[in-house]
């Protein structure tokens, strides 16, 4: 669904047809011809938007990423990038009409280069948030070198609860106006130089939202001004990539990659690569809590909604990732409540993600990394299981729970148990073993099994062999098998060793009936999530099968080595267990 309004102030820019249209300015000083950023421009794919007749209302989400720890909170406002963005030159102005109701401070961004989300950590990148907080005007600049914003004022007072502004980029100053009023003026330093703008907004304090009533641009003095839509998600298709051999083999299996919505829709090099050579998707971290429920019954499905839609375009099945988990959970799920209000929790956002997903994916990694790193939870009687929010409040049913709820939320997806570090013998291994004989002993709706694959370092190197045995275990308790999240870590002049280790993986998946998908996370090191970010920008990390400027690694070659040796002499499948769906 788009904005649709019946008054179209802006003529000359709204009538060419397509995507994208031009509005040349003249040589006046005066603003050039007008775009309508709303009218007939997608907000509907906008977290926490609804387009409604009066303009688009921002509902507040206060979306933020926390630590693995559950400490912090960055916020993580929405970015609308299934929406128009600008490419001008020269100079532009932006126009906004931003109206409140109830108080609501009002945040309207403007990026000059989209935000991405590594590992529990948003790259806050160039850009500049205009708000009306209070009755006055506040202003703050990112320049790409901080979390926080490297500039912050505020500007006049008794401002209303129906303000205009507008942003003037002038070479290198910005000029705010308000109410038809100059109120400030501000260097730009480079926070457009690639001469864009994407839009975001989001709500602060006082209540509940307010709506962005008109937005628009034009060109000043000799500028020019183009709006863009998002791109297309369907992409070209080969008929010689990872995926079409994978569904050569004589078992065929999908070669999945987790992915985000965010360079998906910014970046085409990635937009295309995923969709040529995989045939599922992880969604990387826009299925997690802290992101679909960012308050309590407050849900923003928009950016899981992109990923579902481009593997709908793209012929791609989705995993979805994920329900239970200890991490990634926004603050007011880890706040104190009593063991029957953590149950509710649970099983409401099960119901609701599942709910909304249902149909839509193929299947969902119910319950995330169960195990635990502590010695003394394998000899204390919780059987190896970790002792998180969930099992304190349910014990280890927690996971017979979730399961259930997810099954009657969407009775056809294929179930999975996810974990890390149980590719290998050892306690680990040997409790999940045993948790899986107890699930299945208790009748619970447990499909199968992911092994992440993560090797950090060098002593997370697994034998395949041994992942092998650990793969026929779970064939023996009639259950699938997947590689979910393969990444390895390697050092300068180690890329054979990468390529080993992959291989080795995907030639046991291949080969053993019960593997139903080998899964890389993330493919481009460009946004792998072992970038090292403990400095601005972050430098990438090597894990992944192509490197930051797409080009493919022999960790690919190998992978297809595989694909075309395991299609020219099929294994042996004794029976038709763990066919893909
Ligand atoms: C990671 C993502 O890759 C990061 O971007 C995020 O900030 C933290 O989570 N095991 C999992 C995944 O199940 O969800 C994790 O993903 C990696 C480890």
């Not at 863009?228 to 008929?239: E, G, H, I, M, Q």
């Not at 239970?324 to 603050?331: H, K, N, R």
């Not at 002792?387 to 009775?411: C, N, S, V």
């Not at 050092?491 to 019960?514: I, S």
Request: some cysteine.
């Amino acid at each position: 669904m788009r904005v649709r309004r019946s008054v179209v102030s802006a003529v000359a820019c709204v009538l060419l047809a397509g995507a994208s249209m031009s509005c040349t300015g003249g040589s006046a000083p005066a603003p050039g011809p007008v775009a309508d950023l709303l009218d007939g421009r997608d907000w509907a794919h906008f977290a926490g938007a609804e387009p409604t007749r009066s303009g688009v209302r921002i509902t507040r989400l206060d979306r933020r990423i926390t630590r693995q720890d559950g400490s912090g909170g960055q916020p993580n406002p929405p970015v609308n990038l299934r929406g128009p963005h600008l490419v001008f030159q020269g100079g532009v102005r932006v126009e906004a009409r931003l109206i409140r109701t109830d108080g609501t401070d009002a945040y309207l961004h403007l990026y000059g280069e989209t935000p991405v989300v590594y590992d529990e950590w948003r790259h806050e990148r160039r850009g500049v948030r205009i708000g009306v907080v209070g009755g006055r005007l506040r202003f703050d600049r990112w320049d790409g070198d901080s979390d926080r914003p490297a500039v912050t004022r505020t500007f006049g007072r008794g401002f209303g609860d129906d303000v205009r502004l507008a942003v003037d980029v002038r070479g290198d100053r910005l000029v705010l106006e308000a109410d038809g009023n100059v109120v400030g003026t501000v260097p730009a330093r480079d926070v457009f130089r690639h001469r864009r703008i994407w839009f975001g907004a989001d709500a602060g304090d006082g209540g509940r939202g307010w709506t962005l009533g008109e937005l628009r641009a034009m060109p000043l003095g000799r500028g020019r001004v183009s709006v863009r839509d998002a791109p297309a998600l369907k992409v070209p298709r080969s008929t010689d990539a990872l995926r079409d051999l994978a569904a050569g083999l004589r078992r065929p299996i999908r070669m999945g990659t987790a992915l985000a919505a965010g360079p998906l829709l910014t970046d085409g090099a990635y937009r295309r690569t995923a969709g040529e050579e995989f045939s599922m998707l992880t969604p990387e971290n826009d299925f997690k809590a802290q992101f679909v429920q960012p308050r309590r019954g407050v849900f923003a499905f928009e950016e899981g909604d992109t990923l579902v839609d481009f593997a709908d375009a793209n012929g791609m099945r989705v995993h979805a990732h994920t329900l239970v988990w200890f991490e990634a959970l926004p603050s007011w799920m880890r706040a104190e409540m009593t063991h029957e209000d953590r149950r509710r929790v649970m099983t409401e956002h099960i119901r609701a993600v599942a709910g909304h997903f249902r149909g839509k994916v193929a299947e969902w990694d119910v319950v995330n990394e169960p195990m635990s790193d502590e010695d003394e939870d394998y000899t204390n009687g919780n059987r190896g299981v970790r002792p998180h929010l969930w099992f304190e409040a349910m014990g280890e049913q927690y996971m017979d729970i979730a399961f259930r709820t997810a099954k009657e939320a969407d009775p056809h997806a294929v179930l999975y148990l996810n974990e890390y570090g149980v590719e290998e013998d050892g306690p680990r291994w040997d409790a999940l073993y045993a948790l899986l004989v107890r699930l299945k002993q208790r009748g619970v709706p447990i499909d199968g099994v992911g092994f992440q694959n993560h090797e950090y370092a060098a002593e997370d190197r697994t034998d395949p062999e041994v992942f092998r045995r650990k793969v026929r275990a779970l064939a023996g308790l009639g259950l699938k098998a997947r590689v979910s999240e393969m990444d390895v870590l390697v050092g300068e002049g180690e890329e054979d060793v990468q390529a080993r280790q992959f291989a080795g993986k995907l030639a046991v998946c291949a080969e053993e009936p019960n593997c139903t998908s080998f899964s890389t996370w993330g493919f481009t090191d460009g946004y792998g999530s072992t970038a090292d970010i403990r400095h601005y920008p972050p430098s990438p990390g090597d894990a992944l099968p192509w490197d930051a400027a797409y080009e493919a690694k022999s960790t690919y070659w190998a992978l297809r080595d595989v694909l075309g040796r395991t299609r020219r002499r099929p294994p042996q499948a004794p029976d038709g267990q763990g066919a893909v769906g």
